[in-house]
């Protein structure tokens, strides 16, 4: 019975030691499993939706029944031409929205005359063609719910996302 304390009194002490100590300084090996992964917080991945929507806004505002560019919409297709021109191999499409006043038929048509006004207008900044494809959603898609002047202005706009 004594030579079993003393053996447990042994392993008991050899175990603490074990687990004692500065395993830093004397580690040098391992399989790194217990390290804590890095991550990159520095913002989106560059040529990515994110990216796009951070760094040049993905969405212009059109006024009721019309499809002409306005001074705020250059702006935000400026930034986005810049941005294409970052990222020659991205493709987007622009999508034509519509509020939803108006026939099924009639949105359809304006929402696509709003998608093709902000594709001419990245053409006309050297955006190749080819790489600007475009849809109408009419009234179909709206960014917000509800039968206001805020809600209807929201609604009436072109998205662009990338493909």
């Known amino acids: 019975m004594k030579s079993f304390k003393t053996c447990a009194a042994l392993g008991i002490a050899l175990a603490l030691t074990a687990c004692s100590g500065d395993h830093d300084k004397h580690d040098v090996g391992g399989t790194g499993q217990d390290v804590a992964p890095q991550v990159n917080n ?3 991945v560059p040529g990515s939706e994110a990216d ?3 760094s040049a806004g993905d969405r212009v505002y059109f006024a009721l029944d019309q499809n002409q560019i ?3 919409a250059r702006v935000t297709l400026d930034k986005q031409a810049a941005w294409l021109a970052r990222y020659p191999q991205v493709k987007v499409l622009i999508a034509g929205n519509c509020d939803d006043r108006g026939t099924e038929e009639y ?3 304006l929402g696509q005359r ?4 902000a594709r001419e207008y990245l053409e006309s900044k050297g955006v190749n063609a080819q790489r600007i494809s475009t849809i109408s959603y009419g009234k179909d898609r709206p960014a917000v719910d509800g039968d206001s002047q805020d809600a209807w202005a929201q609604n009436r706009n072109a998205i662009t996302s990338v493909r």
């Open 114 to 117: 709003r998608a093709n006004a």
């Open 52 to 54: 796009l929507v951070a």
């Open 42 to 44: 520095a913002g989106p």
């Open 70 to 72: 306005s001074g705020e």
């Open 107 to 109: 949105n359809i048509a």
